[in-house]
Nanobody, 123 residues
Framework: QVQLVESGGGLVQAGGSLRLSCVAS????????MGWFRQAPGKEREGVAVIDTDGTTRYVGTVKGRFTISQDNAKNTLYLQMNSLKPEDTAMYYC?????????????????WGQGTQVTVSS
């Protein structure tokens, strides 16, 4: 069993930055891929950034060049650095542990989810 706890969300003005953290119990980071998802009110949860066990990262087009996913295996922590934030980035952000070494954008390929951290970007 893996437990994930996100933090770092908050209210920020457009153009600002936030860094989200996700601390996991167990050895999830060394064995499985990880991902960040977000869900805005009235919308489906969407993938934002993923990192495979070999360190390969991928981003959804709307955040590419602005967000950076990284991890610190020694601290069992996954990060999402978010720069140049826009009002449309407002959502609840979730981290998740994938079922294998390579992550996809499908929620069905993730085993564990955190409780989420709210990010609100004002214009």
């Amino acid at each position: 069993q893996v437990q994930l706890v996100e933090s770092g969300g908050g209210l920020v003005q457009a153009g600002g930055s936030l860094r989200l953290s996700c601390v996991a119990s167990g050895n999830a980071y060394s064995r499985y891929c990880m991902g960040w998802f977000r869900q805005a009110p009235g919308k489906e949860r969407e993938g934002v950034a993923v990192i495979d066990t070999d360190g390969t990262t991928r981003y959804v087009g709307t955040v590419k060049g602005r967000f950076t996913i990284s991890q610190d295996n020694a601290k069992n922590t996954l990060y999402l650095q978010m720069n140049s934030l826009k009002p449309e980035d407002t959502a609840m952000y979730y981290c998740a542990v994938g079922k294998g070494w390579q992550c996809t954008w499908s929620r069905a390929t993730y085993n564990y989810w955190g409780q989420g951290t709210q990010v609100t970007v004002s214009s």
